[in-house]
């Protein structure tokens, strides 16, 4: 007799998946959000906008690329939410809006709930530090499609911003600071160099390089740092022109997406040491400096350009929060682009 499970779908796990997650999800409930008896959407209470005098809806979505391969080979899964939060959220910190909420899309090979559970859990996680909320989200089950033990996470998120202060290029001028915010790591860019350097060179997930001071698997699993709530806080403070979240295309071209077309951005890289993760694999993989530079973003998750007057303060505010960061350049006259020197 055909059936449903037959073909490879199991619905009593996707609905046990569901209850493991349920506790770690309430974690990042923000008072707006209104329950939906049905579960078929999530729902926001959207008089919160009442206070803003035109508020703009800011939106996101990503998701934490070929880094979850590694995740399914390590048999590690309560860390890629914090990937796909940081993605997806400071995305829209960029801008200067508050996270308000998310919700995300796990297709996978078969439903392992508790797999499913702690993929969703750091999700979840991840959504309180940022303070947003987890409203939604689906799970589909793809036999044929995928192997068992594969899968795919991805989110979107959305936010909100006064329109007099919204964040951006046309803010930047001559004289303003470059301020750098450290990543945990490689966070969720330059996986598929990370695995061609795997697959190519005597490097191992379980091989732990001296420098390193722990196996490398562990080191690339290393989640996300989130910055929105930094970033809002440095807003708050004052004097901040633009942010630039350091992802795909490395420092440099992310940077120059936040300058208007006539000035540049001057970086020193003798402003930081390049943590030992980016040695480790440009040593082993032979990798070109320039190569390095569009690849990853060698220590640099975050940047913020502010006025000149409010540097200091900035690199106080951040220091108290906990959060690594450095001068780490200036803005010049220039055509809308940014050199490392």
Same mark, same amino acid.
Request: charged share 20%; with cysteine.
């Given at each position: 007799m055909?059936?449903?499970?037959a073909?490879g779908?199991d619905?009593?796990?996707g609905?046990r998946?569901v ?7 309430a ?6 959000v ?7 959407a ?14 703009l ?12 391969? %590694? +995740?399914r080979?390590l048999?590690?899964y &309560?860390?890629?939410?914090? $990937? !796909?939060?940081g993605m997806?959220?400071?995305? *829209? ?6 996270p308000l ?5 796990i297709a ?6 508790e ?17 947003c909320a987890l ?11 995928l ?14 911003v006064?329109?007099?202060?919204l ?7 001559p004289?303003?600071?470059v301020i750098a915010?450290?990543s945990?790591?490689?966070?969720s ?8 350097i %795997? +697959?190519?060179?005597?490097l191992?997930? &379980?091989s732990?390089?001296? $420098? !390193? ?6 080191? *690339? ?6 910055y929105?709530?930094?970033c809002l806080a ?6 901040v022109h633009?942010?630039?979240?350091i992802?795909?295309?490395g420092?440099a ?7 208007p077309?006539t ?10 040491e390049v943590?030992?993760i980016?040695?480790t694999?440009?040593?082993?993989g032979?990798v ?6 569009k ?16 540097a200091d303060?900035?690199l106080?505010?951040?220091?108290g929060?906990?959060v690594?960061?450095? +001068?780490l350049g ?9 050199t !490392?020197?």
């Amino acid at each position: 007799m055909t059936s449903y499970e037959a073909a490879g779908v199991d619905i009593a796990a996707g609905e046990r998946a569901v209850e493991l997650m349920k506790s770690r999800v309430a974690r990042s409930r923000r008072p707006e959000v209104v329950d939906d008896a049905s579960g078929f959407a999530g729902l926001f209470d959207a008089s919160a906008f009442l206070r803003y005098k035109r508020p703009l809806l800011a939106t996101s979505t990503d998701g934490v690329g070929t880094k979850v391969d %590694l +995740a399914r080979r390590l048999g590690i899964y &309560d860390t890629i939410g914090h $990937d !796909l939060v940081g993605m997806v959220i400071d995305d *829209l910190a960029v801008c200067g809006a508050e996270p308000l909420f998310m919700t995300d899309y796990i297709a996978c090979g078969k439903v392992v709930p508790e797999r499913i559970a702690d993929i969703v859990g750091g999700i979840a996680d991840a959504c309180a530090l940022a303070g947003c909320a987890l409203v939604g989200g689906e799970t589909a089950e793809h036999p044929g499609l995928l192997e068992a033990d594969e899968f795919d996470v991805a989110g979107a998120g959305t936010g909100v911003v006064e329109a007099d202060g919204l964040l951006g290029p046309d803010r930047v001028r001559p004289g303003d600071a470059v301020i750098a915010m450290a990543s945990s790591g490689i966070h969720s860019n330059g996986y598929s160099l990370v695995r061609h350097i %795997l +697959a190519t060179t005597d490097l191992r997930l &379980d091989s732990q390089p001296a $420098d !390193l001071g722990r196996p490398l698997g562990e080191e *690339l699993l290393t989640p996300t740092r989130i910055y929105a709530k930094d970033c809002l806080a440095l807003i708050d403070s004052g004097g901040v022109h633009a942010f630039a979240h350091i992802t795909g295309g490395g420092l440099a071209a992310n940077l120059a997406r936040s300058l208007p077309s006539t000035v540049d951005a001057v970086l020193r890289r003798s402003s930081w040491e390049v943590p030992a993760i980016f040695r480790t694999l440009q040593a082993h993989g032979d990798v070109l400096q320039p190569e390095m530079d569009k690849a990853f973003n060698l220590g640099v998750g975050m940047a913020a350009i502010v006025a000149p007057d409010s540097a200091d303060e900035a690199l106080r505010l951040l220091t108290g929060r906990g959060v690594p960061a450095w +001068a780490l350049g200036e803005i010049v006259p220039g055509t809308g682009t940014t050199t !490392l020197s």
